[in-house]
């Protein structure tokens, strides 16, 4: 195992634990798109068309997190319609696309929304995102990201984008407010209020 390997490995193990105390504090949990919740792959269609395939796993874990009062931002550079269908599905109320400075639109939405980078996180997996780690209070990275974004994050995630890096956060999230274990021993029922 080589020393980098083992440095990733390690900090994985004690993340969760010294975190748990800030990532209960959450109110806004900040997503990139591509890369997060998504492989990163992109599918154009014979008439330019723009698709994505989006984890389901992910989104319960979106849904569960909204239950808890915590806003879900999507942030992402791209655009093509696909990440603002599935942010409509999820009830996501802040879906900003085509953002290329990333720093400037997370200060933005902190002022939009009224809340200090102490209560927000941000999950992303490539160069542009590490430009947010003193906007949040918590970086984290996807299990495939760039080397200089997961050594440089507060977390690094055992799952990929788009395969249930998404929720293995809220699992986390949830585990630090005392309400996951409920969730894992009877389950969850979506009821429209």
């Known amino acids: ?5 083992l440095r990733l490995a390690l900090k994985g193990a004690f993340a969760w634990w010294r975190f748990r ?3 209960a504090l959450i109110n806004v949990v900040i997503l990139d798109v591509d890369g997060v919740l998504t492989d990163g792959g992109l599918f154009y269609g014979a008439n330019g068309e723009l698709t994505k395939r989006f984890d389901v796993r992910d989104g319960l874990g979106i849904r569960l997190m909204q239950k808890e009062g915590v806003e879900v931002v999507f942030l992402s550079g791209g655009r093509g319609g696909a990440t603002e269908a599935r942010a409509k599905d999820l009830g996501i109320k802040y879906c900003l696309t085509g953002e290329k400075d990333k720093p400037l639109a997370l200060a933005r939405l902190c002022n939009e ?3 200090s980078p ?3 996180l941000f999950v992303g997996d490539d160069l542009n995102d590490l430009a947010l780690k003193g906007q949040v209070s918590i970086l984290i990275a996807t299990a495939d990201a ?3 974004l997961r050594l440089n994050s507060d977390i690094v995630l055992k799952h ?6 998404v929720r293995e956060l809220a699992e986390q999230l949830l585990q630090s407010r005392g309400t996951w274990l409920r969730l894992a021993s ?8």
Do not use: E, I
């Open 1 to 5: 195992m080589s020393f980098k390997s």
């Open 21 to 23: 105390k800030k990532l």
């Open 113 to 115: 929304l009224s809340t």
């Open 118 to 120: 102490q209560k927000m």
């Open 146 to 148: 760039t080397d200089a």
């Open 160 to 165: 990929s984008g788009g395969n249930g890096a």
């Open 186 to 193: 009877y389950g969850w029922r979506d009821q429209n209020v």
